[in-house]
């Protein structure tokens, strides 16, 4: 039984997560305070799964972890976000009516194609954002600090630079008439896969699911310790798109992190893009120093 139970737990959340969108009153599905139930929900409805079928002892919640990636949960819901809708949204839905881009036809498709696309839109954009920063120095630098994470669970997602989640979270969705309520039914599917592709949880689950969505095998993978082994499986949910651009590969990781797993703190990570640049200025004082 409890084979079969996390074998269809993933496809069954995201199936009951559509549904509720689908049928709910208007009154809760155009609200943004029920997006943010749901995410909480369901974030910590996946940390309940981690001490019920652990994956690693090694990624247990400790207390230290547990209030570093609530400060980031924080984080993301409140300054991220704000950042993202006015220095994100605002200038291409601008954009958008300068042009004179309308697709009104959109908000009148049926409901899960409308979902569908808005998910692959997002985690397209996601995808070359996040594979560029793998591949830039200066992204890099404001990426690193989320693979300086030593263990995986179903917060982590929401730790790292402010400068990346900000980058990692934009898309062009703004730019089409999608119903209010599918976009947040993809925000919240999208917020679903994304937990458990980094919880502390052994799943099992079928081969249809693991193609399309990102799990914590293709992510742990992704997170692992030697920087090379990183540069695949990108997306953040819809591992799809690794497969359509030939940068899926198969396999998963115990031991995550980098520079042999040192844990940042919260101001490490915070100051970590501008490491070089505080670098470069010490050796000129040093420099300074010895030369007047």
């Not at 749901?38 to 994956?55: C, D, P, S």
């Not at 914590?216 to 591992?239: G, M, P």
């Not at 940068?247 to 940042?264: I, K, Y």
């Amino acid at each position: 039984m409890k084979r079969i139970v996390f074998t269809c737990i993933q496809p069954a959340a995201i199936a009951a997560i559509i549904a509720f969108w689908a049928l709910a009153p208007a009154s809760l599905t155009t609200s943004w305070w029920t997006l943010f139930a749901g995410a909480v929900v369901t974030k910590l409805g996946i940390l309940a799964l981690e001490r019920v079928n652990e994956r690693h002892a090694s990624w247990r919640l400790t207390r230290t972890e547990l209030l570093t990636d609530l400060f980031y949960v924080a984080l993301g819901y409140t300054v991220i976000r704000y950042a993202r809708k006015h220095w994100g949204d605002a200038p291409l839905e601008a954009a958008k009516n300068a042009i004179g881009i309308s697709t009104p036809w959109l908000e009148h498709a049926p409901f899960l194609l409308q979902v569908a696309l808005i998910v692959f839109l997002i985690e397209f954009s996601q995808y070359w954002m996040h594979r560029a920063m793998h591949n830039w120095y200066p992204l890099w630098l404001t990426h690193a600090p989320h693979h300086y994470v030593t263990q995986l669970n179903a917060l982590k997602g929401a730790v790292g630079n402010p400068i990346e989640l900000f980058l990692i979270g934009l898309s062009v969705v703004t730019l089409f008439d999608f119903s209010l309520t599918a976009a947040f039914c993809a925000a919240h599917v999208l917020t679903a896969v994304a937990a458990f592709a980094h919880a502390n949880v052994r799943f099992d689950p079928p081969r249809w699911y693991a193609y399309l969505f990102t799990t914590v095998e293709h992510h742990s993978l992704h997170h692992s310790t030697d920087y090379e082994s990183t540069r695949c499986n990108y997306a953040n949910a819809l591992i799809l798109c690794d497969r359509m651009f030939g940068t899926f590969r198969d396999g998963e990781a115990a031991e995550v992190g980098q520079d042999g797993q040192r844990r940042l703190s919260i101001r490490e990570q915070f100051m970590f893009p501008f490491a070089p640049l505080v670098e470069m200025m010490k050796t000129r004082r040093d420099r300074s120093a010895v030369h007047p």
